[in-house]
């Protein structure tokens, strides 16, 4: 396994990866063969591309019988298998996929599914009973793999020899913030093409910019003008006292911009470029926001933009998406998975990533929330042989499904304009956790949330900060044990 240090690299290489799925021919037949993806860069490239080829070796298995439990979440794509062609275009993705790799390598896929509330469980059981286990490779959600992991449930991927997350089908930004004192026990590759619908993104009224007179918002984003002021700018814009009551009330009249609070908070600070937790020069976790002060200043200044009455960001749920749907709101602060929820809104609608604090900060950054993924149990009775076949199913999903599950699903289904289709590029290319958002979200990102839209204008932030300093250090401190261990 070879470790990746450079973000900025990550990020190119998933801009990349995400205009292959973009541009790629849909026929899923022939996974190799690249010769009708479309144009720009994707025309050049070419087998000896190291990003992009599978270097696994050439053996078969026997016929073995491969095992695998994954998540009952079949709306989100977990289960690894589907029982045959039926002209859904993501579901005959897999299907083709599979089958690609079951006649290569000589296996046969079993897939059974189980509520994803009790994956956790199912992993404990299987490690405890001891012996190679009934499952090769066991679903978790990402803050129960890193649970699994400190448990010692999980493969340390130093010992999976063909499993390569230097490659470009791996998301390499998220995956090294999981990593523990340099070793990594899980990893999101394009097989887990959940992650993608849980990045987050704002949504858009496009009738009611244009009603406005507002500017191209896609124009902003390129020319990296879109920032927090000009989005509480233009969402103050478009609120209207429907009622005339002297009150902005959300579903009555029209709100600004609406969000349940534990997406809208966490993705405010993530897309300033700040965390709860970073990591030290040992890859190890600490919880460094007590030690910045323009984290201080980002959450002061969101908070008190949350707190005016254009805006509801202290609250989940309270029917945001209908209003949103019913042009009670502007914009919408979700996810990229909530576009097939919304595909039969009247009023057109477009997708944006998430603004830069100010026009100092260089880059954008997307939250990405949680998502499952397969995971090796050490129970693992071949190593080589589950290796070879985790790596294959990234690779063969980067060269079929994303295309199915974006160009066709996404793109050409939920996404209006090509616009937005770039836009969700910008998303993917941008794309990180924070593991104190998702990891230890019980701990530390609800409770603290939760006591920021208490205090609504942010008086008190560094001190509720500090307040949950303790916690996170009793949890850094299990991880510290752990690694001091492996």
Same mark, same amino acid.
Request: with cysteine; charged share 25%.
């Given at each position: ?166 490659? =470009?089908? @791996?998301? /390499? !930004?998220?995956?090294?913030? &999981? $990593?523990? %004192?340099?070793?990594?026990?899980? *990893? ?115 908070? =008190?933009? @949350?707190? /005016? !009455?254009?805006?509801?960001? &202290? $609250?989940? %749920?309270?029917?945001?998406?209908? *209003? ?163």
């Amino acid at each position: 396994m070879k470790k990746i240090t450079m973000r900025v690299t990550a990020l190119l290489l998933a801009a990349a990866m995400l205009a292959f799925c973009l541009s790629a021919c849909a026929d899923t037949g022939n996974p190799e063969d690249t010769s009708a993806a479309g144009g720009g860069t994707l025309e050049e490239e070419t087998a000896e591309d190291p990003f992009k080829t599978l270097d696994n070796p050439n053996v078969t298995f026997d016929n073995f019988e491969f095992n695998v439990l994954s998540a009952d979440y079949k709306e989100y794509y977990t289960p690894l298998d589907v029982e045959s062609l039926n002209s859904e275009i993501v579901n005959d993705a897999i299907y083709t996929r599979n089958r690609t790799i079951e006649d290569q390598y000589k296996i046969k896929f079993y897939n059974d599914l189980d509520h994803y509330d009790n994956l956790l469980t199912d992993m404990e059981k299987q490690v405890n009973a001891g012996g190679d286990g009934d499952y090769e490779l066991i679903m978790l959600i990402c803050r129960n793999a890193y649970t699994a992991t400190i448990k010692n449930y999980l493969i340390d991927y130093d010992n999976l020899p063909y499993v390569d997350v230097n490659k =470009e089908y @791996y998301f /390499r !930004d998220l995956n090294k913030q &999981f $990593t523990i %004192g340099g070793k990594m026990f899980f *990893a999101y590759g394009a097989e887990s093409i959940n992650v993608l619908s849980f990045a987050n993104c704002i949504l858009f009224n496009k009738n009611m910019a244009v009603e406005h007179g507002m500017p191209d918002f896609y124009d902003m984003v390129k020319n990296n003008t879109w920032t927090f002021a000009e989005m509480f700018k233009y969402a103050e814009e478009a609120a209207v006292d429907t009622d005339g009551d002297g009150k902005l009330k959300l579903n009555t009249d029209v709100l600004g911009l609406v969000g349940d609070y534990d997406k809208i908070n966490p993705a405010a600070w993530i897309a300033a470029d700040e965390y709860l937790i970073t990591k030290d020069a040992d890859d190890m976790p600490a919880f460094t926001c007590t030690e910045s002060e323009r984290f201080i200043d980002v959450m002061q200044y969101v908070l =008190e933009n @949350y707190s /005016r !009455d254009f805006v509801s960001a &202290f $609250t989940a %749920g309270d029917g945001k998406n209908t *209003a949103f749907m019913e042009d009670k709101a502007f914009m919408w602060a979700h996810q990229v998975g909530t576009l097939i929820s919304i595909r039969s809104m009247s009023s057109d609608y477009g997708v944006l990533p998430w603004p830069k604090y100010d026009l100092q900060q260089d880059h954008y950054v997307s939250r990405a929330e949680d998502a499952w993924l397969h995971c090796v149990p050490t129970t693992c009775g071949n190593t080589e042989r589950t290796s070879v076949i985790l790596q294959a199913l990234a690779y063969y999903s980067y060269r079929t499904v994303y295309d199915a599950y974006y160009e066709q699903a996404l793109s050409a289904q939920y996404v209006r304009d090509p616009q937005s289709v770039e836009m969700l590029k910008q998303i993917v290319a941008t794309m990180t956790v924070d593991i104190g958002d998702n990891v230890w979200y019980q701990d530390i990102r609800l409770p603290l949330v939760a006591a920021f839209c208490s205090q609504k204008g942010g008086t008190k932030l560094a001190s509720t900060l500090k307040k949950y300093s303790r916690t996170a250090e009793r949890l850094i401190k299990t991880a510290a044990e752990f690694a001091a261990k492996n």
